[in-house]
T-cell receptor, first 115, second 119 residues
Framework: AQSVTQPDIHITVSEGASLELRCNYS??????LFWYVQSPGQGLQLLLK??????LVQGIKGFEAEFKRSQSSFNLRKPSVHWSDAAEYFC?????????????FGDGTTLTVKP | NAGVTQTPKFQVLKTGQSMTLQCAQD?????MYWYRQDPGMGLRLIYY???????DKGEVPNGYNVSRLNKREFSLRLESAAPSQTSVYFC??????????????????FGAGTRLSVL
């Protein structure tokens, strides 16, 4: 069965500092990988996705993520965090072929940005 | 485009009451999902529907029923609400279709959520 682990429940960074959110997955084949962001009181919004090809993917809001097959990881990064990036971030993994786009979500990482 | 619309946004129920959460999408997506979100537990899939007329259980289906009324609408029903069902419920949709030569399109689009309290 597929699973996703986000080891950090809560991360605090200063505005302008760099950010890395960790995500490890377990799946028997090459998965689809996603990062979603959830602002307070809102639904989830897709930040970026990896399906195949270049292992460094760019997303919205200046985020990027790198797929590392050898480490079963898909860590999310941003060079300089803005106060508006404070939110909860979810990593998700989905199978390459399926009868439906069932994804498995991690438990989320809450990002706090200090002024 | 409205995307995925959920109603109501908030609801308070007494134990034993019933209610239906509505979800509609206007993106012509094939698959629709219901999740619940609880603190520290991420998103857990309750039910999903791969296409009109089909539904399948997810990770936590007990106490819920669903109906895929048509391609646009996917409702979630609580027949006899319990305090353990206090949660935030999210509906989502994706283009994903049955596998074959085409790759599944797994990007999910979420509604804004329904905050449900069961007293």
């Amino acid at each position: 069965a597929q699973s996703v682990t986000q080891p950090d429940i809560h991360i605090t960074v200063s505005e302008g500092a760099s950010l890395e959110l960790r995500c490890n997955y377990s799946y028997g084949a090459t998965p689809y990988l996603f990062w979603y962001v959830q602002s307070p009181g809102q639904g989830l919004q897709l930040l970026l996705k990896y399906f195949s090809g270049d292992t460094l993917v760019q997303g919205i809001k200046g985020f990027e993520a790198e797929f590392k097959r050898s480490q079963s990881s898909f860590n999310l990064r941003k060079p300089s965090v803005h106060w508006s990036d404070a939110a909860e971030y979810f990593c998700a993994v989905g199978p390459l072929r399926t009868n439906a786009g069932k994804s498995t979500f991690g438990d989320g990482t809450t990002l706090t940005v200090k002024p | 485009n409205a995307g995925v619309t959920q109603t109501p946004k908030f609801q308070v129920l007494k134990t034993g009451q019933s209610m239906t959460l509505q979800c509609a999408q206007d993106m012509n997506h094939n698959s629709m999902y219901w999740y619940r979100q609880d603190p520290g537990m991420g998103l857990r899939l309750i039910y999903y529907s791969a296409s009109e007329g089909t539904t399948d259980k997810g990770e936590v289906p007990n106490g819920y029923n669903v109906s895929r009324l048509n391609k646009r609408e996917f409702s979630l029903r609580l027949e006899s609400a319990a305090p353990s069902q206090t949660s935030v419920y999210f509906c989502a949709s994706s283009e994903a279709r049955s596998s074959g030569v085409k790759l599944a399109k797994n990007i999910q689009y979420f509604g804004a959520g329904t905050r449900l309290s069961v007293l």
